[in-house]
């Protein structure tokens, strides 16, 4: 069954672009060798614990045994190109993901038979459903001791609330795992150990009656969300292979289900059922919605078409010190080398280089790639992760890629002073690479501040300053990102500002009213002077609106004011840390006919609202995390002793594979260490992940922790 074939000029039709998704140490990675090895791109299957995967092919990435960085592949299966990109599983490590979601049509989410859903498997799973990515999930390491298929599918549908449709039967538990009853066919696929493809035959004897109770059961399912399965199953009172194929299809590219799949593909078992499913129910290029941007305050739908104008999106740059890399997904169009695209957010042109086939680290050359492909160019000076580029002729702007904010900070400072040139540009081809990592400086120490995502995040970017520029430095103490919000506003705050030094003066009278808002309550969508305007994240932001009545501040005057007060949230009273979570209404105001501008009105929104924050009850929040720590039993009593001094809250525990879950909402500041901590009282044998999950009141310090440079 193993194929190897050069299928870029196919259809669009035969184009898989799909993501693996799971946990950390579920088997993505694994899953990605295997893949690649039954498709003949390799001849050789790679191993985490070796060394020598693949994709993990970042010397940090072997040498931690994870994966930090998405690595991008492709090959071929059955007359099918498919473009897969194995993404991290560490928390610190999701915005890789977000940035691969972004360009993806599908994804195969993988869990562990033992454990089931973990806490980033449930964060990649809410992440696609932002997306809109269709999925297929694949029950991993069957041949665990503890190992149960019917227990992962539960906790699939209980944490994550999709209808799971489980096409597969496993044959033999644990060790004695050899292969899968495949319940659309009714037949067995095994593999004999060392055997690189499956043995086909009928069902055992001792599973039959199994088979048939499972079979009846999917076809019921299916019939319940399917129009077209529903009719013959009412019609015949069961359905054959092709329909329930297609019922399948339709299920999961409409998201309303996701077929469920089994094996071990440490062993190799269970790959090539997985491969045929990503090509039987993921969706091709043609089968998701034209991509949509705008031109011009005007939107506008691209097909995937190769002879329509060029669209495509920049997701990805690798700058290295003999060039920079940027990966693309094509959207429409076709680009060939030499070609000249237009980069929508830097307005001005960017010539393609050459165009890669990429495996990871190594590189196939192209003459063109078409709609649909993923790919990468070189040759582009200054396109980001985000940009659109496009046909010269047919401007379009794609929607951006989310950033993530940092959450974590450390000051870093080259040990010898000759240095600090050199590790100002590595950091910045950093920052460049991943956008989720920000730099800054604090003028009143003169440090350089680096955040990101997490301890991990910039760990692994400290390290390569080191190990790939050469540069030794040394690293301060990590610090959280804190923020603050309005416990108590105050209402009819009067501002005025006026000045006169010669000449125009300037002046503007602004009344105030600030108030708490948090944005998951509030009934506010509407955006725009009139109705209030949002800016923040998810843990909240802030909502502007004018309640001015008979013309008293012109509405250009407003549209000031707003802008004025947007550039007072970024220091706070208590720390200089961003404000957040508050709505600013403005009530009342005057102008002078000669000395009133829009200068003067942003600087009366600035001081005004700057001035009423000082009034105010002000609450300093910090970021929180979702802790899930997994410990022998009889450690329980030392992690819950542990956890409440360091202010967790525990939500919940459970005992999974002979050992005890406890799930507990920590402060992200106390967690530094917190590894070490935990393998010190658990003898080595306990474990833990951690997910943000926002923002909550600290406790009030003697004196509030100062912000970094913004």
């Known amino acids: 069954m193993r194929t190897h074939t050069n299928l870029h000029t196919d259809p669009l039709t035969a184009v898989r672009n799909l993501g693996i998704l799971a946990h950390v140490d579920a088997g993505k990675t694994t899953v990605t060798e295997?893949?690649?090895?039954?498709?003949?791109?390799?001849?050789?299957?790679?191993?985490?614990?070796?060394?020598?995967t693949v994709t993990d092919f970042d010397p940090q990435e072997r040498d931690r045994g994870i994966t930090i960085f998405a690595a991008a592949v492709s090959c071929s299966w059955n007359g099918h190109r498919i473009n897969l990109i194995d993404t991290p599983g560490h928390v610190d490590f999701a915005d890789e993901v977000e940035r691969s979601l972004r360009v993806l049509d599908g994804a195969v989410a993988v869990f562990d038979a033992v454990a089931g859903v973990e806490p980033q498997s449930e964060s990649v799973w809410r992440q696609a459903d932002r997306h809109g990515v269709p999925r297929i999930a694949f029950v991993n390491k069957m041949d665990r001791a503890g190992a149960d298929l019917d227990t992962a599918v539960a906790s699939i549908r209980e944490r994550l609330h999709p209808v799971p449709l489980v096409v597969q039967l496993p044959i033999g538990t644990e060790d004695g795992f050899t292969g899968v009853v495949d319940l659309l066919r009714v037949r067995a696929l095994t593999w004999a150990d060392g055997a690189e493809t499956a043995e086909e035959g009928p069902v055992p004897d001792a599973l039959r009656e199994e088979a048939a109770r499972r079979r009846r059961l999917l076809e019921e399912t299916v019939?319940?969300?399917?129009?077209?399965?529903?009719?013959?199953?009412?019609d015949r009172e069961t359905l054959s292979a092709a329909t329930l194929a297609a019922a399948l299809r339709d299920l999961?590219?409409?998201?309303?289900?996701?077929?469920?799949?089994?094996?071990?593909?440490?062993?190799?078992?269970?790959?090539?059922?997985?491969?045929?499913?990503?090509?039987a129910y993921l969706p091709s290029p043609?089968?998701?919605?034209?991509?949509?941007?705008?031109?011009?305050?005007?939107?506008?739908?691209?097909?995937?078409?190769?002879?329509?104008?060029?669209?495509a999106l920049a997701f990805k740059v690798n700058a290295t010190p003999t060039g920079r890399l940027t990966y693309l997904r094509v959207y429409s169009g076709t680009i060939e080398k030499g070609d000249t695209l237009w980069d929508a957010a830097t307005r001005r042109t960017e010539r393609v280089g050459r165009i890669l086939r990429v495996r990871a680290d190594r590189h196939d050359p192209l003459e063109r790639a078409v709609a649909g492909d993923i790919v990468a160019v070189v040759g582009l000076k200054a396109a980001r992760a985000g940009s659109t580029l496009c046909a010269p002729g047919a401007p379009l702007v794609l929607e951006p890629l989310g950033v993530a904010e940092p959450v974590v900070h450390v000051a870093v400072e080259a040990c010898r002073s000759t240095d600090t040139d050199r590790l100002a540009s590595a950091l910045a081809r950093l920052t460049e690479e991943d956008p989720s990592l920000a730099v800054r400086a604090d003028p009143e120490t003169g440090q350089t501040v680096l955040s990101g995502m997490g301890e991990l995040h910039l760990e692994v970017a400290v390290e390569r300053v080191r190990s790939e520029h050469g540069i030794e430095v040394t690293v301060g103490r990590p610090g959280?990102?804190?923020?603050?919000?309005?416990?108590?506003?105050?209402?009819?705050?009067?501002?005025?500002?006026?000045?006169?030094?010669?000449?125009?003066?300037?002046?503007?009278?602004?009344?105030?009213?600030?108030?708490?808002?948090?944005?998951?309550?509030?009934?506010?969508?509407?955006?725009?002077?009139?109705?209030?305007?949002?800016?923040?994240?998810?843990?909240?932001?802030?909502?502007?609106?004018?309640?001015?009545?008979?013309?008293?501040?012109?509405?250009?005057?407003?549209?000031?004011?707003?802008?004025?007060?947007?550039?007072?949230?970024?220091?706070?009273?208590?720390?200089?840390?961003?404000v957040t979570g508050l709505r600013i209404t403005l009530t009342d105001g005057q102008t002078h006919v000669k000395d009133s501008s829009d200068t003067a009105f942003r600087t009366a929104g600035r001081l005004g609202l700057r001035d009423a924050l000082r009034a105010s009850a002000m609450v300093l929040l910090e970021p929180v995390v979702e802790v899930t720590v997994t410990v022998p039993e009889d450690a329980v009593g030392g992690v819950l002793g542990d956890l409440a001094a360091r202010r967790g809250r525990v939500t919940g525990s459970d005992t999974r594979g002979g050992a005890a879950v406890v799930t507990a909402t920590v402060p992200l500041a106390q967690l530094f260490g917190y590894a070490t901590r935990l393998r010190s009282r658990t003898q080595g044998r306990g474990t833990f992940t951690a997910r943000p999950t926002g923002y909550a009141p600290a406790p009030a310090p003697t004196s509030p922790p100062a912000a970094p440079a913004r």
């Open 480 to 578: 959280v990102a804190y923020r603050e919000t309005v416990g108590e506003g105050v209402s009819g705050f009067v501002f005025r500002h006026v000045k006169q030094d010669g000449g125009a003066g300037q002046f503007a009278h602004v009344v105030l009213d600030v108030e708490p808002w948090e944005e998951e309550t509030t009934g506010d969508t509407e955006v725009g002077s009139k109705q209030g305007s949002k800016q923040g994240s998810q843990e909240g932001g802030f909502v502007f609106r004018s309640a001015v009545v008979g013309g008293r501040v012109p509405q250009e005057f407003v549209r000031a004011v707003e802008a004025g007060c947007r550039d007072a949230l970024a220091a706070g009273p208590l720390g200089g840390h961003p």
């Open 223 to 234: 019939a319940e969300l399917h129009p077209a399965a529903l009719e013959e199953f009412c």
């Open 286 to 311: 043609l089968d998701v919605p034209p991509v949509r941007g705008t031109h011009d305050g005007t939107e506008q739908d691209r097909p995937a078409d190769p002879a329509a104008p060029v669209a």
């Open 34 to 52: 295997r893949v690649l090895y039954t498709t003949g791109t390799t001849y050789k299957r790679g191993e985490v614990h070796d060394g020598t």
């Open 252 to 279: 999961t590219r409409g998201g309303e289900g996701v077929v469920v799949l089994c094996g071990s593909a440490y062993r190799n078992r269970g790959v090539e059922p997985l491969l045929d499913a990503v090509v």
